[in-house]
Structure formats: C-alpha cells, structure tokens
C-alpha cells in the first residue's frame, strides 16, 4: 500500500494529528519507516 499525497506538507499533518489525539501512532510509525507515502507533485515535476 501506498498513500499518495500532493504536498510535502500532508506526512507532517498525520504527525501533528497522531501527536494532537494520541491514537494510532504504531501504524503511522510504521508508514513513515517503510516510505509508504508518495509525493506526487515531485513524481510530476521530474
């Protein structure tokens, strides 16, 4: 599974969100370690 995103910015909202309501916090770890998320203006911008 990926998650594709648009902006750099969006990883970081799932931090901040996770951090805010203190849930789900091994699943994010593990998506962010294994480089699930895809920027895709940089996929498009190559």
Do not use: C, I, S
């Amino acid at each position: 599974m990926h998650v594709y995103h648009y902006a750099p910015f969006e990883p970081g909202a799932f931090k901040r969100l996770m951090g805010r309501y203190a849930t789900r916090e091994q699943q994010l770890d593990r998506l962010l370690r294994a480089e699930r998320f895809v920027d895709l203006y940089g996929v498009v911008n190559r």
